[in-house]
C-alpha cells in the first residue's frame, strides 16, 4: 500500500456537471487538461470529460497535446501557449488549436499548412489585460483579417484569459468587468470586418463563479472542475442572484501507510534540522510520503496526517521520502494502517495550500509520478 494518489473521477463528473448546470446547456466547456490534468493524470481526465459532454480540452505544451492524440483523444485540443518554431510541425501531427497573437506565428502556421495541404484551426488570443499572451485589442481586427486571408488556416476562435476574476474584491470584480468589455469590444471589431469570430470564450474557474456576463459561447473552468472554489460566491453579488451555489468535491486523495512506529522520549529530536523536540514520551510513525511526492517541504510544523479516522500532526520536517506524525503517548494506529495526507478524510489540497503558502494549483501538479494514480469511480 504504497504512497498514491487516489483521483475520485465521479467527484470530477459531479463537478463538470455543476457546472453545465450552471452555464446552461448552450455553452460548450473547454477542460484544460494542461499539466498532466493538475497532476491527475491529463488521459483520464480527457476520456471523463468528453464522455459527460466536454467540447474541447486546453493543454500548455505540444507534448501535452501529441499525448492525448497518442492516447486515442479526438476531440479539438487547444494550445494554450506559445510554441517555439520548431514545434510547428508537431502541432499539425497532433492536429493541435494554437492560441495565435502575433503575425508572425499566423505566417508560419500558414506556410506550413499549405507545404502540408492542409487546414488548421487556430483561436485568436486578445490581451485585455492579463499582460500575457495575447494580442493588443485594437489589433485584434487586423490579425483576424490576416488569418481569414490565409487559406491554410480557419479562425475558428476568439479568445481572452482573466487575470483576477477569482477575488470577489470589489476593484477585482471591477478589474475583470473591464476586461470582459475590451474583449467585447475587439470581438466586435471583428465582427464589423464582416469576419466570424469563431467559438468566443474567455470564463476560467473564477469567472464561472463569479461573471456570468463572461461566459459567452464556451467556458475553460481548470480548478473548480478537479474540486476546489477558486473564490467563494459572495451572497450579496447581484449579478448571480438566481443561480444554484456551486458545489464543487476535491478530486484528489493523497495517500500513504505507516511503514514504522518507534518510540522516542521526552527530548529527543526529529528529523532534519531537530526543528521538532518531543515535549513527552511519545510514538512516533514514518510515513514513507515526502517533497518528492508533492508534500510541500514548506507544511513542516503546520500540516497532519489522518490515520484512522483521528488526526496526527506531523513532527519535524518534511523531507524527499518521508515524514513523521507523532501518535502520542498511547495509540491504536499500527504498523501498515494507511494514513491520509490530503483530501479524503484529511483536510484538502487547498488547506495543506493554505499551509504552505501556496494555491491548491501547486500542490495537485506537484504530485509527483513517484505516487502512482489510482482512479475511483
Ligand atoms: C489554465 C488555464 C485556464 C484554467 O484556469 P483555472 O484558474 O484553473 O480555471 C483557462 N484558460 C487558460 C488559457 C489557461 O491557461
Redesign the pocket.
Known sequence: MKTRAIIHLDRFLGNFNAVRARIGQNRRI?V?V?ADG?GHGALQIAKTSLEAGAFCL?V?AVTEGAELRKGGINAPI?L??QPYPEEIPAIFDANLTP?VSDSWFIDALNETALARKTRLAVHL?IDTGMGRIGCPVDEAAALARRIADCAGLELAGT?T?FAV??SSNARDIAYTEEQSARFVKAVDSIRAEGIDPGIVHA??????ILHPDTWFDMV???????GYK?VEEPENLQKLSGFEPLRALPVMELRSAVVLIKKVKKGDTVSYGRTWTAANDTNIAVIPAGYADGLPRLASGKWQAVIGGNVYPLAGRICMDLCCADLGQQTDVRRWDEAVLFGGQAPDAAALAAAAGTIP?EITCNVSKRAPREYKN
Not at 475553460?220 to 478537479?226: H, N, Q, S, T
Open positions: 473547454c484544460p494542461k493538475y486546453g500548455a487547444i494554450f501557449s492560441f488570443k479568445a484569459h476574476a477569482d470564463a476560467n474557474s473564477g469567472a464561472v475553460r473552468p481548470g480548478i473548480l472542475l478537479y477558486a494549483y
